[in-house]
């Protein structure tokens, strides 16, 4: 599989770092309100990840298939080796 474009990624990554440590500090202090919604964040960010996940490495195969087709349709030939005999 080719690598795609992750430099994007790091931000996000970083954000999502952030917030998952946030919600562990909140969950091993044992604070009840904050316990659930710490919970809650951890269940959002893992599941917003895969969706972007897959939703990138989707794309990435529609645009390498259509890469394919554009480059695989028609073959360039030098001019004149066309002639009609």
Request: aromatic fraction near 14%.
């Amino acid at each position: 599989m080719d690598l795609m474009n992750i430099r994007p990624w790091i931000f996000f990554y970083l954000i999502c770092f952030v917030a998952l440590l946030l919600a562990t500090t909140f969950i091993v202090q044992g604070i009840t309100p904050l316990f659930w919604m710490s919970s809650t964040l951890i269940l959002v960010v893992i599941g917003f990840n895969f969706i972007c996940i897959f939703s990138e490495i989707k794309e990435h195969r529609k645009r390498k298939a259509l890469m394919k087709q554009f480059s695989g349709g028609e073959e360039t030939k030098p001019p004149g080796t066309n002639k009609k005999k």
